[in-house]
């Protein structure tokens, strides 16, 4: 049998330990055609590969492959992702900031990080993550994240041409007071911006002098003061007299209105009595399980929807009206359920609506359907609502003018709505902001002449308006040409050759100051052009109720560039207080009952985040935009991203090599 020799060096596979190669006849070279078991002394083929020797092993040795492969140098995947990231490392804090965004935008205490399942998620996701402790992610986490996103916030209200601010106080479930913040401008594309500015606690009583302090520390420390603000409230005497105090314009919320006028009518007495009954009657379905059962056999027998009856609350006007509503749809089935043995036994004393009932509670509903409908309108936040106001306003009151046929419940509802419904401050205003939407411009709810005169009023604005931007007034036709470059790609650039610059020639040199035919055209004054852009806005057709104003105003700044400026200044104060108000439910998210320690300063940080903290699904396109730009050695002057950027849009953006 041969004897193995030495293995060359450059072989390093574990194989090699149990062969060796027998030396040449003819010199000291190994004879690598051939292996030579270490331990059998038997020859195996070699071919440059190992296969052989393994197969060698596995028949002739195989206590030495299993003792091998147990004690493989190679570690297992358990072992490799046993070694836990740094919390410094980019993949950790990247994880950390995705948790404290899932944190922060859907409402989840700091606790769930202790939870057994959603450590378990983690651990199954990335086992190499480390999750962070309660205290790091309030203390150190969230807090850094506020500060990063408030920078943010700031900046996008630098750049606004005039903010707007609604405010309204709250009380969380554990009894402590807050006045919340938000705030609203339209950005450099004509969109409607809302930010949440913050939420501060309210200790002392809520007085007209302690609001007013707030207010005056919220401006000053978002530096709004140079932003013309204007602060929309509910219609609370302390909160009108706080602004008052403040020396900014105040808008009185609207919806506020609505409310006060519809609940005026639902207290008429004999409205009051019939929603009452409604109200026993759904009350009663809600707590009795065989009333309930029943009353879904009759649904089905019916061939009515499977709706349950709704009952109303005290603060909200409209779910009484839908309370009604939903008696009203399914008012067989609730007659048919209340005749039932079993339900009789259990309230005997409980009666359907007879059929006069029935005619008033319909009457009832679509007499305050237009109430219904405007509150949905006035509620909306992402189109102007201030402009929308006084059309409103006179249509409501026209459809609550009492007619021939009315019931005198109806009469005595209308009645009621109409005295209520008044909301009359700053009518000019709401005049200028309605001549500032496209769509109400015609201003068909005035006389012909208040129209005149808010129009009138309006040139005075615009004339009087300073630093116009000269680039938009004057069509920017000093600016340098530069090149568009589209969505499409560089490809698409159409460079435009130089201006060249006539040279002044000897004749023109001597006789041009005596033959000279250019004539000065007489500079306008800012009332001309105001005026002269007015009668241009008021000659156009007003856009149909569908189209979004703020569009409009987009595609037409260049043409009426002083009304524009005009109706970045109204069009972004909202008519509402609903804003601030809708961040109740949201508080009262965050402020349960298992949260009711949290510190009014996490309560102001979750609850600006919860808003504020957006996912910019264009910075990635504007990042690679920009290097692109880089890259071809290009310089960024102006960049637009438009609502429909993801659409490729006909946006260009302008450069200059």
Not at 247 to 271: E, M, R, Y
């Amino acid at each position: 049998m041969a004897t193995p020799g030495n293995v060359p060096p450059s072989l390093k596979a574990d194989v090699w330990q149990h062969f060796g190669f027998k030396n040449c006849e003819d010199s000291e070279e190994p004879d690598k055609s051939k292996a030579v078991c270490k331990m059998c002394k038997m020859e195996v083929k070699h071919c440059g590969n190992t296969t052989n020797l393994r197969n060698h092993l596995t028949r002739h040795h195989p206590d030495i492959l299993l003792a091998k492969t147990a004690d493989t140098k190679q570690r297992s995947l358990e072992k490799a992702f046993a070694v836990k990231f740094e919390s410094t490392s980019p993949r950790a804090q990247k994880i950390t900031q995705s948790v404290a965004t899932f944190i922060c935008k859907d409402i989840r205490p700091y606790s769930v990080v202790e939870n057994d399942g959603f450590q378990n998620l983690i651990n199954t996701l990335e086992p190499r993550y480390v999750l962070p402790s309660r205290k790091h992610l309030s203390e150190v986490v969230i807090p850094n994240m506020y500060e990063k996103v408030k920078h943010d916030v700031t900046a996008s209200l630098t750049s606004a041409e005039r903010v707007a601010i609604t405010c309204d106080s709250w009380t969380s479930r554990a009894t402590g007071n807050y006045l919340t913040i938000t705030s609203h401008h339209i950005d450099q594309e004509w969109r409607l911006v809302s930010h949440v500015l913050q939420t501060r606690t309210t200790e002392a009583s809520h007085t007209a002098a302690n609001l007013s302090e707030i207010m005056f520390k919220a401006i000053e420390e978002w530096e709004l003061t140079n932003k013309n603000p204007v602060i929309v409230t509910d219609n609370a005497a302390n909160m009108v007299r706080a602004v008052e105090i403040t020396g900014w314009l105040h808008i009185g919320c609207f919806a506020h209105t609505l409310n006060l006028a519809s609940q005026a009518g639902l207290k008429v007495p004999a409205v009051a009595q019939l929603l009452g009954r409604v109200r026993r009657i759904a009350s009663f379905f809600h707590r009795s399980t065989i009333a309930n059962r029943k009353l879904k056999e009759k649904q089905k027998i019916l061939n009515l929807p499977a709706h349950k009856l709704v009952t109303d609350g005290v603060t909200r006007w409209n779910s009484t009206l839908e309370m009604l509503e939903r008696f009203l749809e399914q008012q067989p089935a609730i007659s048919a359920a209340l005749l039932s043995p079993e339900v009789r036994r259990s309230d005997s004393n409980l009666c359907s609506l007879t059929e006069a009932d029935i005619t008033d509670g319909e009457d009832i509903v679509k007499a305050l359907k237009p109430l219904k409908a405007a509150t949905l309108v006035m509620s909306e936040e992402k189109s102007p609502t201030l402009s929308i106001i006084a059309p409103l306003h006179a249509q409501l009151l026209e459809k609550m003018i009492s007619v021939s046929h009315d019931s005198s419940l109806i009469k005595d509802l209308k009645t009621a709505v109409y005295d209520n419904l008044k909301y009359v401050a700053l009518k000019d205003k709401l005049y200028i902001a309605s001549a500032l939407d496209p769509r109400f411009k015609a201003l068909p709810f005035l006389s012909k002449e208040t129209c005149n005169n808010t129009f009138s009023q309006l040139v005075l604005e615009a004339a009087g308006l300073e630093n116009v931007d000269t680039a938009i007034s004057d069509g920017d036709t000093s600016e340098e040409t530069v090149p568009d470059i589209s969505l499409g790609g560089v490809d698409e650039v159409d460079y435009a050759p130089p201006i060249k610059r006539s040279k002044d020639s000897a004749l023109i040199f001597l006789l041009g100051p005596a033959y000279s035919t250019k004539t000065t055209a007489p500079q306008k004054t800012p009332t001309q052009k105001a005026k002269e852009e007015v009668n241009r806005y008021r000659g156009v057709e007003p856009v149909a109720l569908s189209e979004d104003p703020l569009i409009w105003w987009r595609d037409h700044e260049r043409e009426y560039p002083l009304l524009a400026l005009q109706a970045k200044q109204y069009l972004s104060i909202p008519g509402t207080s609903v804003p601030s108000e809708r961040e109740f439910s949201t508080a009262g998210d965050i402020v349960t009952a298992q949260r009711s320690c949290l510190t009014p300063q996490h309560v102001d940080q979750l609850l600006f985040l919860q808003k504020n903290l957006t996912s910019d699904s264009n910075y990635l396109l504007k990042y690679v935009l920009v290097n692109i730009f880089k890259w071809f050695g290009l310089e960024l002057v102006r960049l637009k991203l438009s609502r429909k950027l993801e659409n490729c849009s006909s946006n260009r953006y302008k450069i200059v090599v």
